[in-house]
């Protein structure tokens, strides 16, 4: 069965530091989906990026980057440059796709708190 | 362009009672998804809709629960007879068709049982 292991509960972090939230997934699909989506204080989840199982490339978008290592089986995320409005809890997520199975299977999440 | 919308924001009823949420994915996305969150918890996943082909449910949603899409549009989550244990955020999503497309998202329905 899936699996995703988030295991920093919660990172507390000084406004420009960078952070890396960590996230290590199981599957025994060899196509799968991974994804990160950040859920602020207001509670709404929201998609930041999916990765495709045979894409490994690593990207970067503004002061975020991905980090896709399939031999580790993990899908890290960074962020550089922190700031008080990256402040929320993200999770990362899994959807197999040898099946017809679409669900997420999401981690535990991440608790990030940025500092002034 | 709207997003995914969920009614009502928040749901108190006392144990035993009978609470429906509803749904209005994105409107050109053909697959819905329901899902429940407890604090301090990631979402897990309920039941997947293809149009108004349930296609997917999880052994989490009990008897209890009924889930429906009747013209492929809304869609509702139905819960009879409540329990203490019912209590959690259900967030709803919509999708595109692909395999790869992301899961959009709703404010969700906090649930509380008195």
């Known amino acids: 069965a899936q699996k995703v292991t988030q295991a920093q509960t919660e990172i507390s972090v000084v406004e420009k530091e960078d952070v890396t939230l960590d996230c290590v997934y199981e599957?025994?699909?060899?196509?799968?989906?991974l994804f990160w989506y950040k859920q602020p204080p207001s509670g709404e989840l929201v998609f930041l990026i999916r990765r495709n199982s045979f894409d490994e490339q690593n990207e970067i978008s503004g002061r975020y980057s991905w980090n896709f290592q399939k031999s580790t089986s993990s899908f890290n995320f960074t962020i550089t440059a922190s700031q008080v409005v990256d402040s929320a809890v993200y999770f990362c997520?899994?959807?197999?796709?040898?099946?017809?199975?679409?669900?997420?299977?999401f981690g535990s999440g991440t608790r990030l708190q940025v500092q002034p | 362009d709207t997003g995914v919308s969920q009614n009502p924001r928040h749901k108190i009823t006392k144990r035993g009672q009978n609470v429906t949420f509803r749904c209005d994915p994105i409107s050109e996305h053909n697959r819905l998804y329901w899902y429940r969150q407890t604090l301090g918890q990631g979402p897990e996943f309920l039941t997947y809709?293809?149009?108004?082909?349930?296609?997917?449910k999880s052994r989490l949603l009990s008897d209890r629960f009924s889930a429906e899409r009747p013209k492929g549009s809304f869609s509702t989550l139905e819960i009879q007879r409540t329990e203490q244990g019912d209590s959690a955020m259900y967030l709803c999503?919509?999708?595109?068709?692909?395999?790869?497309?992301?899961?959009?998202f709703g404010d969700g329905t906090r649930l509380s049982i008195l």
């Open positions: 809709f293809q149009n108004e082909a349930q296609l997917e």
């Open positions: 999503a919509s999708s595109g068709q692909g395999n790869n497309q992301p899961q959009h």
């Open positions: 599957t025994r699909d060899t196509t799968y989906y």
């Open positions: 997520a899994l959807s197999e796709g040898d099946t017809g199975r679409r669900a997420l299977t």
